[in-house]
């Protein structure tokens, strides 16, 4: 049996990730070990092998097919935007994309007034800003703690993530608008897909089965 190769968000997601590849017969001990620096896992008996990637990679992996799966999460899937199927919603990680600045800012967008847009995804911000709203905006790449920007004055809003709102609300921040809901998905190379459709086909509906929401 052709090893199957799926790569998996390195960080607080990988975790939550292998619980639900475990439940399905395709767990992976030597990955929790907290010590190991590896980035690659094998489980031959499952037939399964694990990379461990940068999130913004994981759909690159996938495209080139030297992956035949990913975990990634929305977000990235939009912003990177790769040849890749998304197959599931695996229901982890939610959390939303949005508009988020102080609470003035909000008559900026109603009078879709010239602003800066600070964000670490500049394709979801120019798509929403250009094609939603029909606001023509600068935008601002950033590539974190972005919401500094609104607070020093480098931009008049924010387009980031928001999960608890603590980050926002601890900085004085709020939602203004809400784009998408987000949380990760399960990405497939087309490829892969066709070639070694029944197995893929079955491990979707097993994880569908096994995926709490
Ligand atoms: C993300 C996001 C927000 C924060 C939102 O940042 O960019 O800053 O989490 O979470 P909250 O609503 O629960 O406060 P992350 O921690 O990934 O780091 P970053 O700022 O470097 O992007």
Redesign the pocket.
């Known amino acids: 049996m052709r090893m199957l190769t799926i790569a998996l968000t390195k960080g607080r997601l990988a975790d939550q990730t292998l619980d639900l590849f475990e439940k399905i017969g395709l767990g992976c001990e030597e990955i929790h070990d907290p010590h190991t620096r590896k980035l690659i896992f094998e489980n031959q008996n499952a037939g399964v092998r694990f990379f461990l990637a940068k999130g913004p990679d994981v759909p690159t992996y996938v495209e080139y097919g030297v992956a035949d799966i990913g975990v990634s999460g929305k977000d990235i899937i939009m912003e990177e935007n790769r040849k890749v199927y998304e197959v599931l919603d695996l229901g982890l990680g939610k959390?939303s994309m949005c508009v988020c600045g102080p609470q003035e800012a909000a008559s900026l967008l109603q009078k879709n007034a010239w602003i800066r847009v600070a964000t670490?995804y500049p394709n979801i911000a120019k798509d929403y800003f250009y094609n939603t709203r029909n606001q023509t905006v600068e935008l601002i790449k950033l590539?974190?703690?972005?919401?500094l920007a609104p607070i020093v004055g480098l931009s008049e809003v924010i387009v980031?993530?928001?999960?608890?709102?603590?980050?926002?609300?601890?900085n004085g921040l709020t939602v203004l608008e809400k784009i998408c809901p987000l949380s990760a998905r399960l990405i497939v190379n087309p490829v892969s897909m066709r070639m070694d459709n029944a197995r893929i086909s079955g491990l979707i509906r097993e994880l569908d089965a096994v995926k709490k929401f």
């Open positions: 959390c670490k590539n974190g703690s972005i919401e980031d993530i928001v999960e608890t709102g603590s980050t926002l609300a601890e």
